[in-house]
């Protein structure tokens, strides 16, 4: 049942131009930072040739792609899940759902592993760009895939927020906005208190620092943790949220 | 008899916050009746639908259905339901082929017979030549019926219907109805409705709800013979007087409602036609019309609904 409705919410989208637009205008966006990075690596390689221990082509163009990513997606991933319950909710089809012998668990892993399988496919043609370097030399398979799975996590995460923010309301840009500034504030909260005491928490909390790691190619399981939590816990309050649209307030 | 009980609900209760939207509404629905929903906009029956098909809790009351319990087992119990909402829940971005598809996966319908169960329900609802278009592009009366295809998709012990036929041309709402008829055979079938004659046509009980509350259940054939022969018009070319008139056994009431025309009310036993016919040969009170004056489930409802004493008649101008 998660797959048919996954499978829809997949086939929306594709429906509709958005989803095709949203493609081409990553792709275009990220295919020109890549090419300036490569272009940077070109121009300082004969002097890293000297250096010991110098970054190589993964340290200088696939980590700063990765990392440009991220924040590509923060910026779209809010206009793609505005969609899948407000929108619903507003043309009267969220009814078809609710009617149909169904679970709320079902439609709300039905809809998120639609987007989420949507994003998945638009990283893979993120990362064919880094694997095309592999014409010209060797690339750190480990660390490429360490931030390909950064990148899913985070990407696992905003889709649970935006679906989230999204049951909350009917107006699908209230929903966009609003996942747009939790999104970010996630981003940059550890921007405030870099030395006081709150910062431990802050930094904990914030989408950032967990990524970084990964895109260095450092895995630690904390950061798993974090990603796992955090999507979780949104999904749950979906669920919930769903749940309680039936009742008498 | 139990057995043939599709619907069963209890004293169903719906707030709104404050706002007491449905109060203590009952009802029961059996194999092969159609029950219609008449009410006022505002009155409850979208409300109350909704409570039957799971869309919307109750805040107090029971359902069930085929009896199965809706608030405890409510995912074997939406399986026994078709739902067509107020405003048909459609993707506008597919064909009508894989929206039908999708439909059909997520009410469970059998992968062996989905082939044929989209091909019945497309020949019933008249969808077999717009299978590949998109329903975005369809007119209004094609999306009213992907809907209804959309509700008896599954084959559903119960199909509830809120207003399916509003905003189509004649001919649609005649195809419908002819539809709800053919459902009747296998099918329990709920509508809601404020035509009145919508209700006369295919119902077989009706439904009553004013401001939340039920106050009328009972067959349309019992209303329409209860309330048929409610007084007569006449026109009497030289008329006596109303006294005259009035001691005519099994008359209740007369109304002069024009130079020679007269309303004349009946008792709820008695029918005074055959003696006011002898009575205006006897008088030569030139007695040229006589018309009966059927009490219209229209006049019913608008007497509960309104408040309104006796039925005003509607008829006079006509007559």
């Not at chain 2, 009952?26 to 092969?32: E, K, M, P, V, Y």
């Not at chain 2, 009213?144 to 012990?157: C, E, F, T």
């Not at chain 2, 409705?193 to 349309?220: F, K, M, N, S, W």
């Not at chain 2, 059927?294 to 608008?302: D, G, P, V, W």
Request: glycine share 10%; aromatic share 8%.
């Amino acid at each position: 049942m998660i797959g048919v409705i996954a499978r829809r919410e997949l086939q929306g989208l594709f429906a509709s131009p958005l989803a095709w637009a949203v493609l081409c205008v990553i792709q275009i966006i990220l295919a020109y930072i890549f090419l300036s990075r490569i272009e940077l690596f070109v121009q300082f390689q004969p002097r890293l040739l000297g250096l010991e221990g110098a970054p190589g082509l993964t340290d200088l163009v696939v980590a700063p792609l990765f990392g440009n990513t991220a924040i590509t997606l923060l910026l779209v991933a809010p206009l793609l899940t505005m969609r899948t319950f407000a929108e619903e909710r507003r043309n009267g089809t969220l009814n078809l759902l609710l009617a149909a012998p169904v679970s709320m668990t079902e439609i709300t892993l039905g809809k998120y592993l639609g987007l989420f399988g949507f994003f998945m496919l638009m990283l893979l043609l993120v990362a064919l760009m880094p694997l095309a370097l592999l014409l010209g030399g060797p690339l750190d398979f480990g660390q490429l895939g360490a931030g390909f799975l950064g990148l899913g996590l985070l990407i696992a995460a905003f889709v649970a927020i935006g679906l989230f923010l999204s049951v909350l309301t009917d107006h699908p840009t209230v929903a966009g906005v609003s996942t747009f500034g939790a999104l970010l504030l996630l981003w940059i909260v550890d921007w405030a208190g870099e030395s006081g005491e709150a910062s431990g928490v802050l930094r904990y909390l914030s989408l950032l620092s967990h990524y970084e790691p990964l895109l260095k190619g450092i895995f630690d399981s904390a950061d798993l943790v974090y990603y796992a939590l955090l999507t979780a816990l949104f999904l749950i309050l979906t669920v919930w949220r769903l749940d309680a649209e039936r009742l008498p307030r | 008899m139990t057995a043939h009980i599709l619907i069963e609900a209890r004293d169903l209760y719906r707030y709104y916050g404050g706002l007491c939207a449905v109060q203590a509404v009952s009802l029961t629905l059996c194999r092969g009746e159609v029950l219609g929903f008449l009410g006022p906009n505002g009155a409850g029956k979208t409300t109350t639908m909704q409570m039957l098909c799971g869309t919307l809790a109750p805040s107090a009351g029971d359902i069930s259905v085929n009896g199965l319990d809706l608030l405890a087992e409510p995912k074997k119990a939406k399986a026994h339901l078709g739902y067509l909402p107020e405003h048909p829940p459609l993707y506008h971005e597919l064909t009508v082929d894989e929206f039908l598809l999708y439909c059909a996966r997520i009410h469970r319908v059998p992968r062996a017979g989905l082939g044929q169960a989209l091909m019945r329900t497309k020949r019933r609802t008249g969808l077999e030549a717009v299978g590949g278009r998109l329903i975005g592009n369809l007119s209004k009366g094609y999306r009213q019926r992907v809907g209804i295809a959309q509700a008896i998709l599954h084959s559903p012990a119960v199909v509830v219907l809120d207003e399916p036929t509003i905003g189509l041309d004649p001919i649609q709402i005649r195809e419908i109805r002819d539809l709800i008829g053919e459902l009747r055979a296998e099918h329990g079938v709920i509508l809601s409705t404020h035509i009145l004659p919508e209700v006369q046509a295919v119902c077989d009980r009706v439904l009553i709800i004013h401001e939340g509350r039920v106050v009328l259940d009972d067959t349309v054939e019992h209303l329409t013979r209860e309330h048929h022969l409610a007084g007569l018009c006449i026109a009497l070319r030289r008329p006596p007087g109303i006294a005259y008139l009035h001691a005519i056994p099994g008359v209740a009431e007369v109304r002069r409602i024009g130079d020679e025309r007269f309303l004349i009310r009946s008792l709820p036993d008695g029918d005074p036609a055959e003696a006011l016919v002898e009575q205006a040969a006897e008088g030569r009170w030139g007695l040229y019309e006589m018309v009966p004056e059927a009490r219209s489930l229209e006049e019913t409802f608008m007497q509960i609904t309104c408040g309104e004493g006796p039925a005003p008649p509607t008829r006079e101008a006509a007559s």
